[in-house]
């Protein structure tokens, strides 16, 4: 799939430069929205990354926050925030900062004991910004965060989200491809909420890198923040087909819809839901390993393909190392498997303590 859009060169800008492209983007997002039990009120667009995805999502919120800022500009409006938690994906903040929102418009909230957003924690900032006068703008709930695949209690963020009539995005650029297996789509329950939606299939869906999709259940807004149509690009076909450009800042847009049909007509739901379910069987049996391991400990809830663990060996008097000495053991631990080639180890930090983690993906791993 991903040689032959090369080799085609479409430009999936308008219906007319690229028939097939826009039609397929149309079926092949479908199909996806249903495997993963989504409303048919949510249209899909697929953009490269989901950085870039994240970014519409919260360009279409600022469009429905400051109406009147689509001509005028932020210049002199009130301040607005977005929030997310202290584990959500950095690609986050920087759609803050491109938005013109600042640093200031970003704003962090604290996590439970297995890292997910605590709604309390996200109600009294709401609360707090209201009182001093700033305009909320978005909500981002992550399924699947980057460090330890966290799930945010999503339904109680979407309540909170309708309560206060505050566009929700759900990043789940990572975990997403989970809900289509029917025993873990109970971890997505109310996302079908959520204003907009990311689900990356070059993350966890065996698709060539870059492919990121975009669902939108107001896409209204979402054409309302980008669409600018001069005349070099009207055609007859206006206003009974999408154009695809009108989804985002970029206008030239590459056939990516064509390997995803491919991945999905050569997998199907029954192969998709088996890798998938064995991605995860993987990961959990390996937390199992660690956790049976003298001196090793599993650091996070390992509900996807994410196994987060850690060397936390005594010292010869018995007693734990400090932290700084045992976070040095697995960096070296982490280098020298890395080293070996049989294997990809990566870090974060949890908790203020650096950890291993291992994510399974691949369509060959066993």
């Known amino acids: 799939g991903e040689i032959l859009a090369a080799a085609l060169n479409v430009n999936a800008m308008v219906w007319r430069s690229s028939p097939a492209a826009t039609e397929l983007e149309d079926v092949t997002t479908a199909w996806l929205r249903m495997l993963l039990g989504l409303p048919e009120s949510f249209e899909g667009v697929i953009n490269d990354t989901a950085s870039s995805s994240s970014l519409y999502g919260l360009a279409a919120a600022r469009e429905v926050a400051y109406p009147e800022a689509h001509a005028a500009g932020l210049f002199g409006m009130p301040r607005g925030r977005v ?24 704003r962090t909230i604290s996590c439970d004991a297995d890292f997910r957003m605590d709604p309390d924690a996200l109600r009294r900032a709401l609360d707090e910004d209201l009182a001093a006068g700033i305009r909320p703008v978005a909500i981002v709930a992550t399924l699947g965060t980057t460090s330890s695949a966290s799930i945010d209690p999503v339904a109680e963020i979407a309540a909170i989200s309708k309560e206060y009539r505050v566009w929700l995005h759900v990043d789940a650029a990572y975990g997403g491809p989970a809900a289509i297996v029917p025993e873990f789509r109970p971890h997505f329950a109310g996302w079908e909420h959520g204003d907009s939606i990311v689900v990356n299939p070059h993350k966890w869906l065996f698709t060539p890198i870059d492919c990121s999709v975009l669902y939108c259940r107001r896409p209204d807004a979402l054409v309302r923040a980008f669409s600018i149509v ?90 734990p190392l400090d932290g700084a000495t045992a976070d040095a053991l697995n960096h ?35």
Do not use: C
């Open 83 to 106: 929030y997310a938690s202290e584990q959500a994906h950095s690609s986050i903040e920087k759609a803050v900062l491109t938005l013109g929102l600042g640093q200031d418009g970003f």
């Open 230 to 319: 001069p005349e070099y690009l009207t055609s007859a076909e206006q206003g009974e087909s999408r154009s695809l450009m009108d989804y985002g800042v970029s206008l030239g847009r590459r056939f990516r819809s064509l390997k995803l049909w491919f991945v999905l007509r050569y997998f199907g739901r029954e192969g998709i839901e088996a890798r998938l379910r064995d991605h995860v069987r993987i990961a959990q049996e390996l937390a199992t390993w660690v956790e049976a391991t003298e001196g090793w400990e599993v650091t996070a809830p390992v509900h996807l393909g994410l196994t987060t663990f850690r060397f936390t060996p005594s010292g010869s008097d018995g007693e």
């Open 332 to 366: 070296a631990i982490l280098e020298r498997v890395n080293a070996s080639g049989e294997a990809f180890l990566t870090h974060t930090v949890l908790d203020g303590r650096t950890v291993l983690r291992v994510s399974i993906g691949n369509i060959k791993t066993t």
